[in-house]
């Protein structure tokens, strides 16, 4: 994967993945979220095709950040429901790549 689509994604998924409120279907929001950044991407002229070479099926990696974004999630809350304090400082996510590299995305 080019420079520019590793740094594409990794700020996409960054600023568009977050919890999706619980009646919505992970599924189904990754769905969303991979048509979106695909239009996006394109529009930065960055090709889909550079971004799934290098981390397979765009929805099945958003799904998986969905799952990951909503343990987070859960993990923060205290007993009451409430959102406990966290760090303020948050990182860019990360996936493994198919030729098995740590990409941050």
Do not use: T, Y
């Amino acid at each position: 994967m080019s420079d520019s689509a590793i740094e594409f994604l990794q700020d996409w998924i960054h600023e568009n993945v977050h919890v999706p409120p619980p009646p919505i279907r992970l599924e189904r929001e990754a769905e969303i979220l991979a048509r979106e950044c695909e239009e996006e991407a394109a529009d930065a002229g960055v090709p889909i095709e550079d971004i799934e070479e290098e981390v397979g099926d765009l929805k099945d990696l958003l799904v998986a950040k969905l799952e990951d974004a909503a343990e987070d999630e859960a993990r923060h809350l205290n007993g009451d429901g409430q959102r406990a304090s966290i760090p303020a400082a948050e990182q860019k996510p990360s996936v493994q790549s198919r030729s098995g590299a740590a990409v941050r995305v």
